[in-house]
């Protein structure tokens, strides 16, 4: 009976998948700004219902941009959680526009690509991140560069925390984990990292009973004249203090 219920689970996430995709492709074109972002919202929330996951929200989401959120980075799940406590427009890996559904899933909720191992490119996306804070968006970035093992936090890379900087606007520290409902515990049901494979993530998180996604917002922090390393390593201290919230 659980297996059924694992399957029908898999079966409703495909089915949300496909109408998001076939949304972007055929209403979103005629949509404003704000009311693709509202779907997003909406259609991530979903997802996560999906799937069996409660979110929930620490401290206050951005109720508008400019802001640049600055998160730690655990799972594939991590972006469906951001969209769920509040739309933001992601900075992620090119590869990601390789593959067709996810790149126009991506591609709807705004998202913004970078070669990561081009230093050139780099320069490219933080231009046009600071281009897009000045416009009023909100940003997200995961400065890790890659998922860690929800233990401890990997190096903060500052490259693209210099988009704040350039803009002059506030970057707001937000702390990711996930948490085993019935113990309380910390579960790495989600986790995708090092030799795990995401079939596997997928599977343990589809499984999991009770799972809750906990997201909490510090506060925004102005640049106040600090260089993109040292304020990187101040935003890693304070994701590490909000985690153990």
């Not at 659980?2 to 005629?30: C, D, E, N, S, Y």
């Not at 799940?77 to 992601?90: A, E, K, P, Q, T």
Request: aromatic letters at 8%; proline letters at 4%; hydrophobic letters at 45%.
């Amino acid at each position: 009976m659980k297996l059924l219920g694992v399957f029908w689970k898999l079966l409703r996430a495909m089915r949300h998948a496909v109408q998001g995709f076939w949304t972007i492709k055929t209403l979103f074109p005629k949509l404003e700004q704000a009311d693709r972002e509202a779907r997003v919202h909406v259609w991530a929330g979903e997802m996560l219902r999906i799937v069996g996951i409660e979110l929930v929200v620490n401290g206050t989401p951005p109720a508008g941009g400019p802001v640049l959120l600055v998160s730690n980075h655990i799972s594939w799940l991590d972006i469906l959680v951001m969209h769920s406590s509040r739309h933001c427009r992601f900075v992620s890996k090119s590869d990601i526009k390789r593959w067709l559904f996810v790149s126009t899933l991506a591609g709807g909720a705004g998202t913004l690509y970078i070669e990561r191992e081009s230093r050139r490119d780099a320069h490219r996306v933080v231009l046009q991140m600071a281009e897009r804070l000045r416009a009023g968006d909100i940003l997200a970035v995961f400065p890790e560069g890659t998922t860690g093992d929800g233990i401890t936090l990997k190096p903060f890379h500052a490259n693209l925390i210099q988009a704040a900087i350039e803009a002059s606007v506030p970057v707001q520290p937000v702390a990711l984990k996930f948490i085993d409902g019935a113990s309380g515990a910390m579960s790495f049901a989600p986790s995708y990292v090092d030799d795990e494979t995401l079939i596997g993530s997928i599977w343990r998180t589809l499984t999991a009973s009770g799972l809750k996604a906990v997201v909490t917002f510090g506060i925004p922090q102005a640049p106040q004249g600090q260089t993109r390393r040292v304020w990187a390593h101040s935003l890693r201290e304070e994701i590490e203090r909000l985690r153990q919230v």
